[in-house]
């Protein structure tokens, strides 16, 4: 019996391993030697990981050092526990590994689109003689929303405080924010999941705590994947416009058929789009969704599984009942004009059926 081909549409959760990032991965396999080992082996090793190094660094165009991890919390939690500026800035919008590894932090306040008040934080940091670390995503994993990173890299510089972004829905797509640490995350890139890095201006800013990656990191470090990682990056990104055509398309038709798009007016990156459909449950959507052959999530995929309201949109200001309305469509490399014609048709179907008297 033939079966439908399913629509993925949730690449902001995790994307497919590119074909040149598996054969990076098989090629590491074959060189299995730990890279930290002294021998002929461990140093063929070595020299692997240093060149997949300096690779990284040059597909990101970044002069700083690289700390290689397991993935983008593991980057996280290095950068807000070893971090030397004894005071924690965070957005109430930030991924929820932010929020449990910065507990007892200030919060930084955001406007109605989600967007910290850049005048807010230059008085939260000029109202202060220690150094702080300023917690901020570029790209917010639930709604697409885009903080303006150069501004605030120019205020907190100014201020003298250290600047963390949270790249890991932005690195491979757009250009990496002047910030003094980085975090990013392979599976979002057609990397695999469980390798990513922090990325890091000047080591001065951590304390040494491990005993790979210069001392910043503990555990024998994941060539293969870290291999893959770096094929991915250097994949051609050629795919971003079509992105934001399809997107555009979605906006468009959604609208159009009487739902609404989070932070419409704020700047989103092409690959994002979280959509309200009104009086329809989100639970609800996702499994009609699912039954015809859609993935789509509500928030972000660490969440979705939970019947809590997004952090994001009640520190946007979003009333909850507007806020358990709310799914995130997500486009990758792959999806064609076909994929998001099929997914308004559908979305359509579920709204009209839900609101029918």
Not at 150 to 173: F, I, P, W, Y
Not at 316 to 323: S, Y
Request: aromatic share 6%; proline share 4%.
């Amino acid at each position: 019996m033939f079966e439908k081909k399913r629509i993925y549409l949730d690449y902001a959760a995790t994307t497919p391993l590119l074909d040149t990032a598996r054969q990076a991965c098989l090629e590491g396999f074959e060189q299995w030697a730990n890279p930290s080992s002294p021998h002929a082996d461990g140093r063929a090793a070595g020299t692997l990981l240093e060149n997949a190094r300096q690779r990284f660094k040059t597909a990101l165009n970044w002069e700083g050092d690289v700390i290689f991890t397991s993935g983008a919390s593991e980057s996280t939690a290095i950068a807000l526990n070893h971090t030397k500026p004894s005071r924690q800035l965070v957005s109430p919008v930030e991924h929820d590994v932010v929020l449990r590894f910065s507990k007892g932090a200030t919060v930084i306040p955001v406007d109605s689109n989600g967007l910290i008040v850049a005048t807010r934080l230059d008085e939260m940091l000029k109202d202060t003689e220690e150094q702080m670390l300023v917690a901020v995503q570029s790209v917010n994993n639930e709604t697409g929303v885009m903080q303006d990173m150069e501004m605030l890299a120019n205020v907190t510089q100014d201020r003298g405080a250290v600047l963390l972004a949270d790249c890991a829905q932005s690195a491979g797509k757009i250009p990496l924010p002047d910030a003094d640490m980085i975090v990013i995350a392979a599976h979002k890139f057609g990397g695999p999941p469980g390798v990513g890095a922090l990325l890091v201006k000047d080591l001065q800013v951590l304390d040494p705590r491990g005993g790979q990656e210069q001392g910043y990191r503990s555990g024998t470090q994941n060539l293969p994947y870290i291999m893959a990682m770096v094929a991915a990056l250097e994949t051609p990104n050629n795919w971003l416009d079509h992105a934001a055509e399809l997107r555009a398309l979605l906006d468009d038709a959604i609208k159009s058929e009487g739902g609404a798009i989070i932070a419409e007016d704020a700047p989103r990156i092409a690959t994002i789009g979280s959509y309200h459909m009104p009086g329809v449950a989100a639970n609800a959507q996702l499994i009609k969704f699912d039954m015809a052959g859609f993935s789509v999530s509500a928030g972000s995929a660490c969440s979705s599984g939970t019947l809590k309201q997004s952090h994001v949109l009640g520190a946007m200001g979003i009333d909850e009942t507007t806020a358990k309305e709310v799914i995130r469509v997500s486009i990758g490399r792959d999806t064609t004009r076909e994929d998001i014609r099929a997914f308004i048709e559908q979305w359509k179907s579920i709204f009209h059926s839900a609101n029918r008297v």
